[in-house]
């Protein structure tokens, strides 16, 4: 499970089997119960982590006892990593969503890892960067659109790497509540709720089993409004 978790990654994937082969040594792989929590925000960060299968969240505690959700990770994102790269504290937590499966490395074997592959470094670099823009983006989208806007572009996000369907939908593979996209946007449950009611009766998208799927031009059309 590690070699493949580590070909999942954009980061890992660009080494050679052996080479793969090699540095997989360094990691272990571990089982995630439901809501379990990973790391803590403030916990030392002496490990990065991959995510292999199912979904973890990466949650921030404020000062009013509220939980707002920094990002969604799918299988093959990376986490925990600018925290064990600055040797700071993890500045959130990390918690499953639903059983999950991750893989793990020692902040001392990630050095050794990224001086025998010096190009690791400006992957490591790069994929970061990515994700510090996304969060830019989100927190500006928080500040100055509307809340229907708001949850469309987060709908949209989420099924990026998601192929559309027969009918033209795309299926979220994430099993987010309404409490957890309210936390996500910045927006109370109950707005949150009327939202995607408002979105499901137009047929924009249709939700099954705690899944949603959506209709990425439809919702688009109406971000470009």
Same mark, same amino acid.
């Given at each position: 499970?590690?070699? /493949?978790?580590? *070909?999942?990654?954009?980061?890992?994937?660009?080494?050679?089997? *052996?080479?793969?082969?090699?540095?997989?040594? #360094?990691?272990?792989?571990?089982? =995630?119960k439901? *809501?379990?929590?990973?790391?803590?925000?403030?916990?030392s960060?002496?490990?990065? #982590?991959?995510?292999?299968?199912? *979904?973890?969240k990466?949650?921030k505690?404020?000062a009013?006892?509220?939980d707002?959700?920094?990002?969604?990770?799918s299988?093959?994102?990376?986490?925990? +990593?600018?925290?064990?790269?600055?040797?700071?504290?993890?500045?959130?937590?990390?918690?499953?969503?639903?059983?999950?499966?991750i893989?793990?490395? @020692?902040r001392?074997?990630?050095?050794?890892?990224?001086?025998? #592959?010096?190009? =690791?470094?400006?992957?490591?670099? @790069? #994929?970061?960067?990515?994700?510090?823009?996304?969060?830019?983006?989100?927190?500006?989208n928080?500040?100055t659109?509307?809340?229907?806007h708001?949850?469309?572009?987060?709908?949209?996000?989420?099924?990026?790497?998601?192929?559309?369907d027969a009918? +033209?939908?795309?299926k979220?593979?994430?099993p =987010?509540?309404r409490?957890?996209i309210? /936390?996500?946007? +910045?927006?109370?449950?109950?707005?949150?709720?009327?939202?995607?009611?408002?979105?499901?009766?137009?047929?924009?998208?249709?939700?099954?089993? +705690?899944?949603?799927?959506i209709?990425?031009? /439809?919702l688009?059309?109406l971000?470009?409004?």
């Amino acid at each position: 499970m590690i070699i /493949e978790t580590l *070909n999942k990654s954009t980061v890992f994937s660009g080494l050679k089997d *052996n080479e793969l082969k090699k540095i997989s040594a #360094y990691f272990e792989e571990t089982s =995630l119960k439901n *809501n379990e929590t990973i790391f803590s925000e403030g916990d030392s960060s002496d490990r990065l #982590y991959l995510l292999s299968e199912g *979904n973890v969240k990466i949650v921030k505690h404020t000062a009013m006892g509220k939980d707002i959700i920094l990002e969604v990770m799918s299988p093959g994102d990376i986490f925990g +990593g600018v925290a064990v790269l600055d040797n700071k504290p993890y500045p959130a937590t990390a918690q499953a969503m639903k059983a999950a499966k991750i893989v793990r490395i @020692r902040r001392s074997d990630l050095m050794k890892v990224m001086d025998e #592959y010096p190009d =690791l470094k400006l992957q490591i670099v @790069r #994929y970061f960067s990515d994700k510090l823009r996304d969060s830019h983006e989100m927190f500006k989208n928080i500040a100055t659109e509307r809340v229907e806007h708001r949850i469309v572009s987060l709908l949209l996000k989420l099924s990026e790497k998601v192929d559309v369907d027969a009918e +033209g939908y795309k299926k979220i593979n994430v099993p =987010l509540t309404r409490q957890e996209i309210s /936390e996500m946007v +910045g927006t109370t449950v109950e707005t949150c709720i009327r939202t995607m009611s408002k979105l499901q009766k137009s047929g924009i998208i249709k939700t099954s089993d +705690g899944s949603v799927s959506i209709k990425p031009a /439809e919702l688009q059309r109406l971000l470009d409004e």
